[in-house]
């Protein structure tokens, strides 16, 4: 008889035709699908129960529900569903146990659904890690450096203007000398890019030298102070005039302007007393 069928767990009997219970003369019924939030563990004609009611953090994670899930942030721990314990994640409605962060993450906080990412320079190797930024995210080696979620020491890698090997103590690129790159390439001599190029010591590239400036239709080329002008430091500046009452060689590379003997004058842009 149909009194003898009986809904699947997570299906509630709905009546129909003015019918009771299953039992009525007039009963007609059909099996529902539990609402979203609610479950039914059992077959038969019970009703759905609230996962709320069940348990404050835990849902149901669609219609038609048997059994109700930890919410994202818990686990099921002991019958119950608990907070995340630090240095792990949930992320979704499951039961499934929470997941230890990766190197590279972190999280000082229970109950979180998603790790927090280490900072640009830094690293982190433990997995599941309940530590805070500062304690859980070691600063690479000095003059070294790395992309956020780094997790190894040994991927630290050692800054523009300085070499070393990865992981360990970089060494600063001497004047004269530069190195262009992130990583552990040598550094190079100035004299790559041509005569007359220099730098201060842990330098990303070279650039005239004092007395010299890049020239106006090729500026990878540097070229003389002309008489009248003087440059006195290192870099892609031009060269400047003098001003009157001194005066610069027109046969050298100027990095200062002369002073006039005393009694004697010159106006500005002399290259002569």
């Given at each position: ?5 009986l809904c ?22 059909v099996?529902?699908?539990?609402p979203?939030?609610t479950i ?6 019970g009703?759905?129960v609230?996962?709320?009611?069940i348990?404050?953090?835990s849902?149901s ?5 048997d059994d109700?899930?930890?919410l994202?942030g ?6 119950e569903?608990?907070l995340?314990k630090p240095g792990?994640?949930k992320?979704?409605t499951?039961d499934?146990q929470c997941?230890?962060c990766?190197?590279g993450?972190?999280?000082?906080t229970?109950g979180?659904?998603r ?6 320079n830094?690293?982190q190797n433990?997995?599941?890690n309940?530590?805070?930024e ?6 690479c ?11 190894s020491r040994s991927?630290?890698?050692?800054s523009p203007?300085?070499t070393?090997?990865?992981g360990?103590?970089?060494?600063i690129?001497p ?7 992130v990583g552990e ?10 005569p007359?190029y ?6 990303a ?8 400036s890049p020239?106006?239709?090729n500026?990878?080329i540097c070229?003389p102070c002309?008489g ?6 290192l ?7 003098c001003?009157?009452g001194?005066?610069s060689?027109?046969a050298e ?18 290259s002569?007393?």
């Amino acid at each position: 008889t149909m009194s003898d069928c009986l809904c699947h767990p997570g299906y509630f009997d709905l009546f129909t035709d003015g019918a009771t219970n299953i039992n009525d003369t007039n009963s007609s019924f059909v099996c529902q699908p539990c609402p979203v939030g609610t479950i039914k563990p059992n077959p038969g004609s019970g009703q759905c129960v609230g996962c709320q009611d069940i348990d404050v953090h835990s849902n149901s994670t669609g219609v038609g529900g048997d059994d109700c899930k930890c919410l994202p942030g818990f686990e099921l721990r002991g019958g119950e569903c608990r907070l995340c314990k630090p240095g792990h994640y949930k992320n979704a409605t499951g039961d499934y146990q929470c997941t230890p962060c990766g190197q590279g993450y972190y999280q000082p906080t229970s109950g979180q659904r998603r790790c927090l990412i280490c900072p640009e320079n830094r690293y982190q190797n433990r997995f599941g890690n309940p530590r805070s930024e500062c304690a859980a995210c070691k600063l690479c080696p000095p003059h070294s450096e790395a992309p956020p979620g780094n997790p190894s020491r040994s991927l630290c890698r050692c800054s523009p203007g300085f070499t070393g090997r990865p992981g360990e103590v970089c060494s600063i690129c001497p004047a004269g000398t530069y190195k262009s790159s992130v990583g552990e390439g040598a550094c190079r001599p100035c004299s790559d890019f041509g005569p007359n190029y220099g730098s201060e010591s842990g330098s990303a590239t070279c650039s005239c030298i004092p007395g010299y400036s890049p020239a106006q239709r090729n500026v990878s080329i540097c070229t003389p102070c002309k008489g009248g002008t003087s440059k006195d430091v290192l870099g892609s500046d031009n060269c400047t005039w003098c001003d009157a009452g001194t005066y610069s060689d027109a046969a050298e590379a100027a990095t200062s302007c002369l002073s006039c003997p005393l009694n004697s004058t010159s106006e500005s842009r002399s290259s002569d007393v």
